[in-house]
């Protein structure tokens, strides 16, 4: 098997670095994924388990170069669709296109369809009746992707998309998705024997992530998926990954992360989204001004998605802000500090260049991930031998 694990722009090497941590060595970055080859189906449960930073887990049914329509349709009609969708099985088609002869999508999706409704009653032949194709069973979503004439037809296995965790079932006016979140975490020196701040917490997504990373969480421990009603996969595959997932848990260990906010409002908010994980210890959130902040540990580290400044007549309040964050971090150099934001203007109010930059985006807008890392904190002594 290939599965493949679908990433915003920009954070390709974050789920690449995550497959790597799970064990998985044969992968192969692309413009909006990863792909992962000598899968088995166990892999399916692991990876919608495990991932923080992807979008979706998708099974490679076929690829297969495809410059006509005629050459869709036969290549769609040779996968063993019979083997994967069982009868009443949904399978709605979806489609994208890059720079491909094929550029409308709508007529692939059709094709493909047609395709696979064939393929459906040659594989059951004698076998097929009335209830074959009503599609009134689990969801098996399929996906046609066009890239440079070579189509890719995959099966969605994740259902929801992976950012939905199932904590957040309320959020502020601009959330941050939390798969965006944990890859800002990750690409942080932040560890979980050290304190990590978000100044502007709103829903709470930042430091939330966090404490499931920090504490080895599984990010879909609490969720279902739509692979978990795939019959070729088996019930007994998913309960040993979530048996898995639970043995690995370290719910006890200890943690020092803040989240603080102006508005009263998405501190109860962010307070209730911890809890419906059951994350109540170790993090906790408190309405304050961010100018208020004062570290009471050395090497902590802030992590935050200040406002951007987009709405009309915002501009010179929020460059303010950031002129405050660069004087207030200016006094602190034993932290390490990052900032996601979509305003160009961010370093020169910030007052102090970045040491590095990631191009990111947040709601598809254009982001940069300014890291200001500090010097990391002295080792223990080491025990005399």
Do not use: H
């Given at each position: 098997m290939e599965l493949i694990a679908t990433a915003a722009a920009g954070l390709e090497g974050v789920v690449a670095r995550e497959l790597r941590q799970l064990?998985?060595?044969?992968?192969?970055?692309?413009?909006?994924?990863?792909?992962?080859?000598?899968?088995?189906?166990?892999?399916?449960?692991?990876?919608?388990?495990?991932?923080r930073s992807a979008d979706r887990v998708k099974l490679v049914v076929g690829d297969f170069e495809a410059t006509t329509f005629d050459a869709l349709f036969e290549g769609s009609l040779a996968l063993p669709w019979s083997e994967l969708i069982p009868p009443g099985g949904s399978f709605p088609v979806i489609g994208r296109a890059v720079k491909s002869q094929l550029a409308s999508v709508?007529?692939?999706?059709?094709?493909?369809?047609?395709?696979?409704?064939?393929?459906?009653?040659?594989?059951?032949?004698?076998?097929?009746?009335?209830?074959?194709?009503?599609?009134?069973?689990?969801?098996?979503?399929?996906?046609?992707?066009?890239?440079?004439?070579?189509?890719?037809?995959?099966?969605?296995?994740s259902g929801d998309g992976l950012h939905k965790r199932g904590y957040r079932e309320r959020a502020?006016?601009?959330?941050?998705?939390?798969?965006?979140?944990?890859?800002?975490?990750?690409?942080?020196?932040?560890?979980?024997d050290r304190q990590l701040v978000d100044l502007f917490c709103g829903s709470g997504t930042i430091a939330i992530e966090a404490a499931l990373i920090g504490r080895d969480i599984a990010p879909g421990l609490s969720r279902r998926f739509a692979s978990m009603a795939w019959p070729w996969i088996g019930r007994r595959v998913w309960d040993e990954a979530g048996a898995e997932a639970m043995d690995r848990a370290a719910w006890e260990r200890p943690l020092d992360i803040q989240g603080?906010?102006?508005?009263?409002?998405?501190?109860?908010?962010?307070?209730?989204?911890?809890?419906a994980f059951g994350l109540t210890d170790g993090l906790h959130f408190k309405q304050m001004r961010a100018g208020d902040f004062r570290p009471q540990r050395e090497h902590g580290v802030a992590i935050a998605n200040p406002p951007y400044g987009e709405r009309s007549g915002e501009a010179a309040q929020v460059m303010a802000l950031y002129a405050e964050m660069g004087r207030l971090f200016e006094r602190w150099p034993s932290w390490s500090h990052y900032w996601l934001s979509g305003n160009p203007?961010?370093?020169?109010?910030?007052?102090?260049?970045?040491?590095?930059?990631?191009?990111?985006?947040?709601?598809?807008?254009?982001?940069?991930?300014?890291?200001?890392?500090?010097?990391?904190?002295?080792r223990s002594p080491q025990p005399p031998t």
């Open positions: 064990g998985y060595t044969d992968t192969r970055g692309f413009d909006g994924g990863v792909r992962v080859g000598g899968a088995a189906p166990a892999d399916i449960p692991r990876l919608n388990l495990w991932l709508p007529d692939c999706q059709a094709i493909v369809k047609k395709a696979v409704v064939e393929s459906l009653r040659r594989g059951r032949g004698s076998r097929a009746d009335s209830d074959w194709l009503s599609e009134t069973g689990p969801l098996y979503r399929i996906e046609v992707g066009l890239r440079e004439d070579r189509a890719t037809l995959s099966l969605d296995c502020g006016a601009a959330p941050l998705r939390e798969t965006l979140a944990a890859a800002l975490v990750q690409l942080s020196f932040w560890r979980a603080s906010d102006i508005d009263p409002a998405m501190i109860e908010l962010a307070t209730a989204n911890a809890q203007a961010f370093e020169a109010a910030f007052g102090r260049k970045a040491e590095r930059r990631r191009k990111l985006f947040n709601a598809g807008i254009r982001c940069q991930y300014y890291q200001y890392p500090g010097p990391p904190p002295p």
